[in-house]
């Protein structure tokens, strides 16, 4: 009786494994017929969008007494990129620049006040984002 349990756990294991590569390869089919017929993909290079970034002089206006809040900020994935000014620490950067309302960003030497797409961003910084 042991045996015909080892071989039901047996067929098990490897009907699971099989069902999950079909799952995988049916994934890869269906977004390169997605990207073949809509040009869209589902998956994106950022390498070349992040390189075009740290090239650029974008600068980030905030006014917050804990920078742990820092994470709610719009395009914050891309805060590695950006030079961060605290305006409540230190106002004097934000009063010469003319900074009155937050976040604001100096990206290419624009203010740029409403901002909060990734589409946005490459489009004030002159990036391209590419796809896959």
């Known amino acids: 009786m042991a ?7 047996m067929y098990r294991i490897f009907l699971t494994i099989f ?7 049916a994934f890869y089919l269906t977004s390169k017929v ?9 998956m994106q290079d950022n390498t070349k969008f992040e390189t075009c970034l740290k090239e650029k002089s974008i600068e980030v206006y905030v006014n917050m007494e804990d920078l742990d809040n820092l994470q709610n900020l ?3 994935e891309y805060s590695d990129y950006m030079d961060i000014i605290n305006c409540a620490k230190n106002n004097e950067p934000c009063l010469e620049k003319g900074i009155e309302s937050f976040p604001t960003w100096i ?3 624009v203010k ?8 946005q961003l490459a489009n004030y910084a002159g990036c391209e984002i590419t796809l896959k």
């Open 74 to 76: 719009p395009l914050f």
């Open 34 to 42: 997605i990207t073949k017929t809509t040009g869209f993909s589902i």
């Open 107 to 109: 990206i290419n030497n």
């Open 19 to 25: 069902v999950l590569i079909f799952l995988v390869f």
């Open 3 to 9: 045996e015909v349990e080892k071989r039901k756990l």
């Open 112 to 119: 740029v006040i409403d901002l909060s797409t990734k589409e």
